[in-house]
């Protein structure tokens, strides 16, 4: 993205509420993440706790997707709130990733959900040797592997779902 374009998105980030702001960034990852070969669903309405689902390969995660437009003047680092508008935290019982994208400087950082876990904001300095997920920056290709822990597979169906049924021996002769 040239110099300009990203001062126009910024700008006009800038100028938009928190929910319409966080519109524009999911957007901004779907499109990031398909150009980078990521297949992106968004799931119908916003009950979920993820935004997103990401799916490479025959893998499927699930994405929670975070914003910052830039430093407070007060501060030397990229606040993040990584809390659920209730001040609810997220588990990995609820998302695989938490992707955080900082509008000023087009950067993303790749978080695992074990990462943000019971955290209610990350402190994002790009570049820091003494930060602690500044490992996570542009790290995509965490979605491209085993790289997170895997979604929690259920132990029973649920109700609505029946075993598979088995296939019939086949026939003499066949």
Request: net charge positive; glycine share 4%.
């Amino acid at each position: 993205m040239s110099d300009q374009n990203r001062s126009d998105e910024l700008t006009h980030a800038a100028q938009l509420n928190p929910k319409r702001r966080g519109e524009l960034a999911e957007l901004a990852f779907m499109r990031k993440a398909a150009s980078l070969g990521f297949a992106v669903a968004k799931p119908w309405g916003d009950s979920d706790r993820y935004d997103v689902v990401v799916r490479f390969e025959s893998t499927f995660w699930r994405v929670q997707i975070k914003s910052v437009l830039g430093k407070s003047p007060s501060r030397g680092y990229y606040r993040v709130q990584t809390a659920h508008s209730r001040q609810h935290t997220y588990t990995a019982k609820d998302i695989d990733f938490l992707v955080a994208y900082i509008f000023a400087l087009d950067i993303w950082y790749v978080l695992p959900a074990h990462v943000v876990e019971s955290k209610k904001s990350l402190c994002l300095t790009p570049g820091s040797k003494r930060s602690s997920v500044d490992q996570y920056r542009e790290k995509w290709d965490l979605m491209r592997s085993s790289g997170a822990p895997p979604p929690q597979a259920p132990t029973t169906l649920p109700s609505h779902q029946e075993p598979a049924a088995e296939s019939p021996p086949p026939a003499p002769g066949t």
